[in-house]
């Protein structure tokens, strides 16, 4: 069984706008296929969460309640 290539995508990081204004609560998502990454932005090299497009969607319908 051959593995065909991958396609190599860059992550583009975002600012939550629900972070905090004095820049001590900076969460940051990056889009990927099938779902999000999220990471604390003053320590970005650290591990990510990652979540599936429909546990996002979710969570995106939940906080606009």
Same mark, same amino acid.
């Given at each position: 069984?051959?593995? *065909?290539?991958?396609?190599? %995508?860059?992550?583009?990081?975002?600012?939550?706008?629900?972070?905090? /204004?004095?820049?001590?609560?900076?969460?940051?998502?990056? %889009?990927?296929? &099938? &779902?999000?990454?999220? *990471?604390?932005?003053?320590?970005?090299?650290?591990?990510?969460? *990652?979540?599936?497009? /429909?546990?996002? /969607?979710? %969570?995106?319908?939940?906080?606009?309640?």
């Amino acid at each position: 069984m051959s593995v *065909r290539p991958q396609p190599v %995508f860059e992550l583009v990081w975002f600012k939550s706008s629900y972070s905090g /204004g004095n820049a001590t609560e900076c969460v940051e998502a990056a %889009f990927i296929p &099938g &779902g999000v990454l999220l *990471r604390d932005s003053k320590q970005p090299e650290a591990p990510h969460v *990652r979540v599936s497009a /429909g546990a996002w /969607g979710k %969570f995106l319908a939940a906080s606009v309640k």
